[in-house]
C-alpha cells in the first residue's frame, strides 16, 4: 500500500467495475473487491497485480494478488484463487488501475510552526510547508523552497534555495543545495493502443542521515518500492539517481553521473564525473566507476571499471591502446 502521507486512497470497486476502468475483460472473479495496486510480489488479497512481460511467469503462478491484470497468452500460468482481467496491454491497464485506487495529496500551503519541532527550525522568506510535513530541531529551510505533504525531514539539516521536496524522508543532518529536486515522479511508461502512457510513480525517497545532494541533482521517488540513499553518502552537482535505486553507504558520485532505474549499489563506491550506468546493474560494494563510463553489466565488489561498454580497467586500457596502434599512421603501415 503506498505510504498514506503521500497518498489518498480512494473506494474499492469490483473486479467487473475496475475492468471497465482500464478497458479489460473480465475472465473470472468480477465480483471481487478490489481497494489498492501493488507488483506481483507483494500483491495480496485486495490487490491487483500485473505480469507484463514473460520473465515474471514464476512470479506470477506465485501471487497472492485479489486480481491479476495478463496477457491472453498468459492466461494458463495465473493462480487458481486470483481474478483475472485479461489485456493486450496489461501495465497500461495496471497504470489506470492505479490511478482509480491512489492519488497524490496535492499542495496546500500549511502553517510553517506547526510543522516545526521547535523554535531552532529556521523559514527563509517564500518557503511552502505541505500538511503533515515535519522538520527537525536547528533545520534551515532555504528561500522560495517547496516542502510537500507528509514530507518528514530530521534534525540539524541544510536545505538550500529553490529546493523542492515531496514523497520523502530525510534524516538526520542531510545537507540539499540549491535546485534539488528529491521525489518528482521517476520516468516509467507502458505501451497502449494510443500510445505511450505515463505508470504513476507509488514509491518513496529515503534519504538516511549525513547524505549531501549538490545543486540542481534529482532523485526520483520509487515506482512502488522506494528510491533509498544510504548514510554519509555525497552527491555532487547535476546528478541524476533514477526510480527504485539503492545507494549505499558512504559512496561519492561526482557531477553529471547518471544512475538508471532499479540499480543497487554497495558501501563505499565512487563514481567519477559522467559515469553512466544502465537500469537493474549490480555494483558491489567498494568498487570504482571511472569518469566517463558506460556500466552495462553487473560490477563485482572492490574491482575499477572504466571504458564504454565499461570494462575492468586494465582490459579497457589494453583495448584502447591497440586500438590506438590500429589507427595510428604508424599501426597502419
Request: proline share 5%; with cysteine; glycine share 14%.
Amino acid at each position: 500500500m503506498p505510504d498514506p502521507r503521500f497518498f489518498d486512497s480512494l473506494p474499492a470497486l469490483s473486479v467487473a467495475a475496475l475492468a471497465g476502468r482500464v478497458g479489460g475483460e473480465v475472465l473470472r472473479g468480477g465480483d471481487r473487491q478490489i481497494s489498492a495496486v501493488a507488483p506481483l510480489g507483494s500483491a495480496s488479497a485486495r490487490d491487483v497485480a500485473f505480469l507484463g512481460d514473460r520473465k515474471f511467469v514464476a512470479a506470477l503462478a506465485q501471487t497472492r494478488a485479489g486480481c491479476v491484470i495478463l496477457p491472453g497468452s498468459a492466461i494458463e500460468s495465473a493462480p487458481a484463487g486470483a481474478a483475472l482481467i485479461v489485456s493486450d496491454h496489461p501495465q497500461a491497464a495496471w497504470a489506470h488501475a492505479s490511478l482509480a485506487f491512489h492519488r497524490p495529496i496535492f499542495l496546500t500551503a500549511a502553517d510553517r510552526d506547526e510543522a516545526a519541532e521547535d523554535d531552532t527550525v529556521v523559514f527563509e522568506p517564500g518557503v511552502v510547508v505541505g500538511p503533515g510535513a515535519r522538520i527537525g530541531r536547528g533545520t534551515r529551510i532555504g528561500a522560495n523552497t517547496v516542502i510537500g505533504p507528509g514530507v518528514q525531514i530530521g534534525r540539524d539539516c541544510v536545505i538550500g534555495n529553490n529546493v523542492s521536496v515531496s514523497f520523502a524522508l530525510i534524516g538526520d543532518r542531510v545537507s540539499l543545495f540549491a535546485g534539488v529536486r528529491i521525489g518528482e515522479a521517476g520516468f516509467g511508461a507502458a505501451r497502449s493502443k494510443t500510445g505511450p502512457v505515463d505508470v504513476p510513480q507509488l514509491g518513496r525517497v529515503i534519504l538516511q542521515d549525513g547524505v549531501t545532494v549538490g545543486a540542481n541533482s534529482c532523485i526520483d521517488r520509487g515506482a512502488y518500492d522506494d528510491t533509498v540513499i544510504g548514510e554519509n553518502t555525497k552527491i555532487d552537482n547535476l546528478v541524476m539517481i533514477a526510480h527504485n535505486c539503492v545507494i549505499g553507504r558512504n559512496c561519492l558520485l561526482a557531477a553529471f553521473t547518471g544512475i538508471s532505474g532499479s540499480c543497487t549499489v554497495g558501501d563505499n563506491v565512487i563514481f567519477g564525473g559522467q559515469a553512466g550506468v544502465g537500469d537493474h546493474i549490480r555494483i558491489g560494494a567498494g568498487a570504482r566507476v571511472a569518469g566517463g563510463a558506460g556500466v552495462l553489466a553487473d560490477i563485482p565488489a572492490g574491482e575499477t571499471w572504466s571504458g564504454y561498454p565499461a570494462k575492468p580497467i586494465r582490459q579497457s586500457l589494453r583495448e584502447a591502446v591497440w586500438l590506438a596502434k590500429q589507427t595510428s599512421p604508424k599501426g597502419r603501415a
